[in-house]
């Protein structure tokens, strides 16, 4: 599978964009969804690369996640709790970077893979578009959206914003390697007597909750 280049210029470019839509580039802001930091996570995305253990509070529905932040954290990172993960912008950076594999792993698939520089719903699918519509809206709504040729999903609002990701971010390139990704998953043994949460799931994106971007576009 093939490795996102974090380091690169190209990168570091992309992940200033989403920065500055998602948060204005402020590694400590909190929305009104309890979203946090630069790329403003929420608790299921951060439980999923690794930085939080998860937590028992119910949430009100699948489209207002409870992102209370009040269980452990992984110390990934050196992020051992809360103000430990705001204020470390290398965790930030890492935790979102570790998320892009992963919806780069999910999306690098022959349905979307053979739609790479064609148009799409009318906008051109590319790599930075489909990783930036991913982080707003979940990689399953982005294969589905490629998939039925802008169709999908059901929802108008959502069909909108991965149009307008896709089209914004059609100029920036992602660079990759041949090379394997490290692994990006939690290590569930450092988060000692707190389980996992239930089949952690990152298609849904923050309608679901699972994408963390608390997207301000």
């Known amino acids: 599978m093939p490795t996102i280049q974090v380091n690169s210029e190209q990168w570091v470019r992309f992940r200033d964009a989403i920065a500055q839509i998602e948060s204005g580039n402020n590694y400590y802001r909190i929305n009104s969804r309890g979203f946090l930091g630069r790329y403003q996570f929420g608790e299921r995305l951060l439980t ?32 051992n709790d809360f103000l430990r993960f705001m204020f470390n912008g290398n965790a930030q950076d890492d935790a979102f970077n570790r998320a892009m594999q992963l919806y780069y792993n999910q999306l690098n698939i022959p349905d979307v893979t053979q739609h790479l520089n064609q148009l799409r719903g009318n906008v051109l699918i590319s790599w930075g578009g489909l990783l930036a519509a991913s982080w707003e809206c979940g990689t399953g709504a982005v294969i589905a959206f490629v998939r039925s040729n802008g169709a999908q999903p059901g929802s108008s609002a959502v069909r909108a914003a991965i149009g307008r990701r896709l089209g914004n971010f059609g100029g920036y390139a992602i660079p990759v390697s041949p090379s394997d990704p490290p692994d990006l998953g939690n290590d569930f043994s450092r988060c000692r007597e707190v389980p996992p949460p239930p089949n952690p799931d990152l298609l849904l994106g923050p309608w679901g909750g699972a994408a963390g971007a608390g997207s301000s576009e």
Do not use: H
């Open 48 to 79: 999923d690369v690794g930085y939080y253990c998860g937590d028992r509070s119910p949430a009100p529905s699948r489209a207002f996640p409870n992102n209370d932040f009040d269980g452990r954290w992984t110390g990934r990172g050196g992020a």
